[in-house]
């Protein structure tokens, strides 16, 4: 049977780290489409856990604990309730929607986080997060190894006292690239998602030069600037920034031009 839908007959990417990738596949799925899985960036626990079992020893101490991705969630909340229910007065921020859902998967209700635009500015521009809030207050930042310093080294301009705890490590995909290339070569790789600048270098790391030049004159959507700068820099031709979230993802498929011979 045909499949219906305005993403009818196209093959997506789908780069998300294999564990945050189901929503966004079965969305694409849901629009008629078919999502080619192939996650960018492998998660893993972090290979030092002592600084995660200190922060987790002295929380109570924290006013506010911010989680940079459902991933920071996931590697910390566990461990933590372990130790018993979420402090009382501990207030929870998440740059994303998708964090703010992973909490509240755990019992964490009450999270501070942007509405409109999901990064660390956003984040940054919250009354919560402002200089008469949080100076002389310890703030804990559970994120991956490495990132940008933006958000711990601002709060700290405003008198935060910030411990940034990393909770999990990113790395390179073990998969090369064949499934793409056989993709592309098929004729049957519409479009490619990316979600994270780390990951699109990875991707383009990986690929030979024929690689590369699929790559470019593929449709490559992503949902905030700065990937797009990236994209751009990487001589992708075919960059389109769409909303944030999967939802913004999707709609940004839905929406394309597609080429009417395809």
């Known amino acids: ?27 694409i799925a849901a629009a008629g489409g078919e999502p080619l899985l192939f996650p960018l960036l492998e998660i ?12 987790l020893a002295r929380l109570p101490d924290y006013t506010l604990a911010v989680f940079i991705s459902p991933n920071a969630v996931d590697y910390s909340l566990p461990a933590l309730l372990a130790r018993g229910p979420w402090p009382a007065g501990l207030v929870p921020a998440a ?12 019992g964490v209700a009450g999270c501070v986080a942007p509405t409109r635009r999901f990064d660390s500015e956003a984040l940054l521009e919250l009354p919560e997060l402002q ?3 949080v100076a002389g207050r310890r703030v804990a930042i559970f994120r991956g190894d490495g990132g940008r310093e933006l958000l711990a080294d601002t709060l700290r301009a405003r008198g935060a006292a910030v411990d940034c705890i ?13 499934p793409l290339m056989a993709a592309w070569r ?18 383009a790391d990986m690929l030979d030069a024929d690689g590369r030049r699929f790559l ?24 389109v920034l769409t909303a944030p979230a999967d939802a913004g993802i999707i709609a940004g498929l839905c929406a394309y031009n597609w080429p009417k011979n395809d």
């Open 186 to 203: 098929a004729g049957r790789l519409d479009a490619v998602t990316v979600s994270s600048s780390e990951g699109l270098r990875y991707l």
């Open 44 to 55: 893993s626990p972090a290979d030092d856990h002592r600084g995660l079992d200190e922060a």
């Open 1 to 27: 049977m045909t499949s219906a839908g305005p993403l009818a007959g196209k093959t997506i990417v789908v780069t998300r780290p294999r564990a945050q990738a189901d929503a966004l596949a079965a969305a």
């Open 216 to 239: 470019a004159a593929t449709p490559v959507l992503v949902p905030h600037e700065r990937i797009a700068d990236n994209a751009r820099a990487l001589g992708l031709d075919k960059v």
């Open 131 to 133: 200089a008469d809030r």
């Open 166 to 178: 990393t909770c999990y490590r990113r790395s390179a995909p073990a998969l090369g690239p064949a």
């Open 95 to 106: 740059v994303g929607q998708g964090t703010v859902k992973a909490l509240a998967a755990h």
